[in-house]
């Protein structure tokens, strides 16, 4: 097992619950025992301010998310262009996700936080202004969204990396499942509000996306608690420490089998979500209605986090995977055919019902790998390499919409994800590393065949 380090102390941490939080967090760090009963999460102040500020956020973001290329589409006509901005944003995140890490391991990771959630801020406001006064070209938009999702890669890592000292141990998998949930209502309310705000003027979702902003700038300014990692021997340069985190993650079985695997996955599901957007949209649909739409996607990972604890009493993480990748394979070529309706959305929601019991059970495992000062980089590491292939996805449905059809463009990424499939299935990467890991912290849940020593 990795020992982990215990954070420098934050001479903010006055609230008496977040005192009892953080005792917890360090009895944990020092091997000590912990109360039996851990604070419940809807009682944890500090989780419950991250929560609020980001259920608001990224029902902003998920607004303007669908606003950029309906935006860009307003100002070029060009359904290839709006893929060629979403893919740059992507690439963006890719290059910059390993230094925000790195970035999140050396800093206050509250302070990272509120700094990468007030630039935002700032740039969605500036943004709104010039739509408002129609000084806004596509250029400009593909700035703004690479600032955003720049701030991105480095709040995310921050957030990630911080809640083993806001939660206890026990309760990480709960927690990040109620994460989980959270992200699948902003993905529920976000599009739908997007479409709608959009009706009402181009530069609407860029307001409501600022503001959001601001509202999560307040609540993780109330989060109470140690933030900072504390790191054993001399500061080394940011490069070394990126390397120090790939790996740590290329070490770990599980881990590396997830990042051989994710990828396919992630490509695929990005790739369908962007085609049905851009393809409703060439077909006469209203933004109002493509919003919905995305809304309805957003029910399947919804009703997926709700049964979150009992799939994970069920089915291990592999099993899981394959019934997903599977599934997914049949249900986007369903999607394939529905298309240009509105319905497509259903065959694509359905998919979505096992992500968020696998990303709990996977997120959970890769805290406890990870040491305090490299949570940060190991999530950046595991997150840069599951969705780099998807920062081509955008690119890819562009040019299959621009050159044969919506339809053409869901059947490739149902290939892509069949192939995900295929490795799922005749592969023991996923499967042996699980077995393993559960091998390793306790004998008792080693699979038949696996060594408990």
């Known amino acids: 097992m990795l020992q982990l380090s215990r954070p420098i102390t934050d001479p903010t941490a006055d609230s008496p619950e977040a ?54 589409l307003a100002l070029t006509h060009s359904a290839a262009l709006a893929g060629i901005v979403g893919t740059v944003r992507l690439v963006v995140q890719i290059v910059l996700g390993l230094p925000g890490g790195a970035v999140s391991d050396r800093f206050d990771r ?99 996306d600022a503001l959001s902003y601001l509202v999560s700038v307040g609540t993780v300014s109330r989060i109470r608690g140690r933030f900072r990692p504390e790191r054993s021997g001399e500061r080394k340069s940011l490069g070394h420490e990126v390397s120090e985190g790939l ?53 399947g990972g919804l009703l997926g986090a709700v049964v979150a604890p009992r799939l994970q009493s069920r089915l291990p993480l592999w099993q899981m995977a394959i019934v997903m990748t599977v599934a997914a394979t049949a249900l986007f070529s369903v999607a394939a055919l529905v298309l240009p309706s509105p319905l497509v959305a259903l065959p694509v929601a359905i998919t979505l019902v096992l992500a ?22 190991v999530t950046s590491t595991v997150i840069m390499a599951a969705t780099g292939l998807a920062a081509l996805s955008p690119l890819v449905a562009g040019l299959l919409l621009q050159n044969v059809s919506g339809r053409w463009a869901v059947g490739a990424f149902a290939a892509a994800i069949g192939v995900a499939a295929i490795m799922c299935i005749a592969l023991p990467w996923l499967r042996d590393a699980e077995a393993t890991a559960a091998a390793a912290t306790d004998p008792a849940k080693a699979a038949p065949g696996v060594a408990s020593g």
Not at 256 to 284: E, Y
């Open 356 to 377: 968020p019991a696998a990303n709990a059970a996977l997120f959970a495992a890769m805290l406890r790998i990870a040491p305090d000062d490299m949570r940060g980089r």
């Open 110 to 208: 509250r302070l990272v936080m509120i700094a990468s959630d007030s630039l935002r801020a700032a740039v969605l406001g500036l943004l709104a202004v010039l739509v408002l006064v129609h000084l806004v070209s596509w250029p400009v938009v593909m700035v703004v969204s690479v600032i955003d999702g720049a701030a991105n890669v480095l709040f995310d890592p921050s957030a990630s990396a911080a809640l083993p000292a806001i939660v206890e141990d026990s309760q990480l998998e709960q927690a990040y499942a109620a994460t989980e949930a959270r992200g699948y209502a902003a993905s529920l309310v976000g599009p739908a509000l997007g479409g709608f705000l959009f009706g009402l003027g181009n530069s609407v979702p860029f307001v409501g």
């Open 19 to 72: 005192t009892a939080v953080n005792s917890a967090a360090d009895r944990r760090v020092a091997g000590e025992p912990t109360a039996a009963t851990p604070v419940p999460l809807r009682r944890n102040t500090g989780f419950r301010m991250l929560w609020i500020g980001q259920v608001v956020s990224d029902t902003g973001t998920n607004a303007a998310l669908i606003a950029y290329p309906l935006l860009i």
């Open 247 to 299: 790996r740590l993650v290329w070490r770990s079985p599980l881990l590396r089998a997830v990042v051989l695997l994710a990828p396919l996955i992630n490509f695929a599901f990005n790739g369908v979500i962007f085609t049905i957007t851009v393809a409703l949209r060439q077909h006469g649909i209203s933004p109002g209605i493509i919003g919905l739409a995305q809304a309805g996607i957003a029910v």
